[in-house]
C-alpha cells in the first residue's frame, strides 16, 4: 500500500550538484523517519543520510559537509542537497522511510527502487 520514489539522479562532473527527492504515497498514518542510502558496485549498502520527523538529522562521514538532508513531512517528502560531488559518491541512490500505514498497528521500513548518480568527467 506504500511506495516509495525517487528522483533526481543522473550524471554530474566531480564539484557539481545534484538534488534528489524521495516521496511516499499510499495510504499512510505517518512518516516518522526519511533517509538514503547508497550502493556502489562492489561494495555494500551504506547510510547516506537521515531525518526524523522531529527535524534531527545525521549524516555519514564520508558526506557531512557536502550534503543537506531536509524533509516535508506533510508532503510525505525528503530531499538531498548534494554538492561538491566526487566520483567515489558515484552509486545508486536508495530511499528509505520508517512508516505507520493507515491500516498497519506499527510502522515498516520501507524502500524505494534506486536512483542513479553518477559522478564523472
Known amino acids: 500500500q506504500v511506495q516509495l520514489v525517487e528522483s533526481g539522479g543522473g550524471l554530474v562532473q566531480p564539484g557539481g550538484s545534484l538534488r534528489l527527492s524521495c516521496a511516499a504515497s499510499?495510504?499512510?498514518?505517518?512518516?516518522?523517519?526519511m533517509g538514503w542510502y547508497r550502493q556502489a558496485p562492489g561494495k555494500q549498502r551504506e547510510l547516506v543520510a537521515t531525518?526524523?520527523?522531529?527535524?534531527?538529522?545525521s549524516y555519514a562521514d564520508s558526506v557531512l559537509g557536502r550534503f543537506t538532508i531536509s524533509g516535508d513531512f506533510a508532503k510525505n517528502t525528503v530531499y538531498l542537497q548534494m554538492n561538491s560531488l566526487k566520483p567515489e559518491d558515484t552509486a545508486v541512490y536508495l530511499c528509505?522511510?520508517?512508516?505507520?500505514?493507515?491500516?498497519?498497528?506499527?510502522?515498516?521500513?520501507?524502500w524505494g527502487q534506486g536512483t542513479q548518480v553518477t559522478v564523472s568527467s
Open positions: 531525518i526524523t520527523l522531529s527535524g534531527g538529522t
Open positions: 499510499g495510504r499512510i498514518f505517518s512518516v516518522y523517519t
Open positions: 528509505n522511510a520508517l512508516i505507520q500505514g493507515a491500516s498497519t498497528l506499527v510502522p515498516y521500513n520501507y
